[in-house]
Nanobody, 114 residues
């Protein structure tokens, strides 16, 4: 069982920045694909950014050029969010997947408001 814990959410003004962190209970990132997802009230959960075990990244069109997914070791993945907009407000979740295995974190709230 892999446990993922997100942190770094909060309230920020439009145009501001936040960095989310996802810490795993074991060293998994080089064997798992990692993703950041978000879910706004009344909406479906959507993929924001993805980092494969091979190092390939992919982003939702709505965040390209503003968000960056990265990892600095085998246990922590980040989502750097710049130029935040009110429509980025959501609960952000970290996910690790490999084949049929999927693990989710508990989520962290990001609110973009003036």
């Amino acid at each position: 069982q892999v446990q993922l814990v997100e942190s770094g959410g909060g309230l920020v003004q439009p145009g501001g920045s936040l960095r989310l962190s996802c810490a795993a209970s074991v060293s998994i990132f080089y064997a798992y694909n990692m993703g950041w997802y978000r879910q706004a009230p009344g909406k479906q959960r959507e993929l924001v950014a993805r980092l494969t075990s091979g190092g390939t990244t992919d982003y939702a069109d709505s965040v390209k050029g503003r968000f960056t997914i990265s990892r600095d070791n085998a246990e922590t993945v980040y989502l750097q969010m710049n130029n935040l907009k009110p429509e980025d407000t959501a609960v952000y979740y970290c996910k690790a997947d490999r084949g049929r295995l999927n693990f989710w974190g508990q989520g962290t709230q990001v609110t973009v408001s003036s």
